[in-house]
């Protein structure tokens, strides 16, 4: 990965390689951790975090949804991922914030376990690759279902959960594919196992609702609401697994991986197999101009980076 030469720590900028953590970190045994996965873009206005407060609220609310209250306000974290990005010198990155129990007890009662929060910025391209915008990609459904409500807490970004994103993460990719797609425990059509995922059929736009166990994306949030201002129809409901073979496009979306189309699942391919029919074309236009600053009506969207000024 490109490195970037400095991390916020608890407060502070550390060096990059001095960022670390004693093994017996709670959050490294027992997967108590909060994180986010943000991105900043140049725009015309410069430099500017995409939905930053959304990011840092979900934060937030993912870390009290563990028992876990931050030693930071969500202002105090703005501030910090500011200097951070200012004092990399970045003009584009991703950024990941990240809370977790530290190191001092042991045991799985976490809430004697002191809070550390890391802020790590970074160039990263795109998630599944710079041509995965353009030619779309291969994906299978997993056979492995995403965590269910009734033992985890699905809308928690949780460090922990991530495992069941990583087991579907590599049987897909060991099966020669390039993203999986998981089922939730009842059996219908869920996410990606880092994206959410939308069919369009017949000129919907349908995909899952918060009931099917999805975490509820930012990039969700923000397509539903430009497809929406684009005189689209979207429809929120359960998807039967046949549904993602009968569409006419299917498509991804999430801060790192963006707008991905999807030109084939299980072998079956989409549509007329064209990579991105017009719909997810539109919307993948729309996005990356509101993700860049191009477009007027979702400048609100923007959090600009302030670098300060030199002194002189
Ligand atoms: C499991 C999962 N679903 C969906 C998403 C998309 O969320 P967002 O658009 O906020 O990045 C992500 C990425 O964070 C994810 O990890």
């Known amino acids: 990965m490109e490195q970037a030469d400095l991390i916020w720590h608890n407060g502070e900028l550390v060096a990059w390689e001095d960022a670390k953590v004693h093994v017996l970190t709670h959050g490294l045994h027992y997967g108590t951790g909060v994180f986010e996965g943000e991105r900043a873009y140049e725009t015309p206005q410069g430099t500017a975090i995409f939905r930053h407060h959304d990011h840092l609220a979900r934060l937030l609310k993912s870390a009290e949804l563990y028992y876990m209250p931050l030693p930071y306000t969500l202002e105090e974290l703005r501030a910090a991922t500011h200097e951070l990005i200012a004092a990399n010198g970045l003009t584009q990155c991703y950024i990941?914030?990240?809370?977790?129990?530290?190191?001092?007890?042991?045991?799985?009662?976490?809430?004697?376990?002191?809070?550390?929060?890391?802020?790590?910025?970074?160039?990263?391209?795109?998630?599944?690759?710079?041509?995965?915008?353009?030619?779309?990609?291969?994906?299978?459904?997993?056979?492995?279902?995403?965590?269910?409500?009734?033992?985890?807490?699905?809308?928690?970004?949780?460090?922990?959960?991530?495992?069941?994103?990583?087991?579907?993460?590599?049987?897909?990719?060991?099966?020669?594919?390039?993203?999986?797609?998981?089922?939730d425990s009842r059996g219908f059509v869920c996410e990606g196992s880092g994206e959410n995922i939308?069919?369009?059929?017949?000129?919907?736009?349908?995909?899952?609702?918060?009931?099917?166990?999805?975490?509820d994306g930012i990039s969700r949030q923000s397509i539903l609401t430009i497809a929406r201002d684009l005189g689209r129809e979207v429809v929120q409901r359960d998807l039967a697994r046949a549904e993602l073979y009968l569409a006419d496009e299917v498509f991804l979306s999430g801060t790192a991986a963006e707008l991905v189309p999807v030109r084939e699942i299980d072998d079956h391919i989409i549509g007329d197999g064209?990579?991105?029919?017009?719909?997810?074309?539109?919307?993948q236009?729309?996005?990356?101009?509101?993700?860049?600053?191009?477009?007027?009506?979702?400048?609100?969207?923007?959090?600009?980076?302030?670098?300060?000024?030199?002194?002189?």
């Open 96 to 183: 990941r914030p990240i809370a977790f129990r530290g190191y001092g007890q042991m045991g799985l009662y976490p809430l004697d376990c002191e809070v550390s929060v890391s802020i790590a910025a970074w160039p990263w391209g795109a998630y599944l690759g710079e041509e995965s915008k353009v030619e779309g990609i291969r994906a299978k459904v997993s056979s492995w279902r995403r965590i269910s409500a009734d033992s985890l807490i699905p809308q928690s970004k949780a460090s922990g959960q991530y495992l069941n994103s990583v087991l579907a993460k590599v049987e897909a990719s060991k099966a020669g594919y390039q993203e999986a797609i998981l089922l």
């Open 198 to 215: 939308y069919v369009v059929r017949d000129g919907q736009i349908i995909t899952p609702p918060a009931t099917a166990s999805i975490l």
């Open 274 to 283: 064209d990579a991105g029919g017009p719909v997810t074309r539109e919307l």
């Open 285 to 312: 236009r729309v996005y990356d101009d509101a993700l860049h600053g191009r477009d007027a009506r979702y400048t609100e969207w923007l959090d600009v980076v302030k670098v300060p000024s030199k002194a002189v």
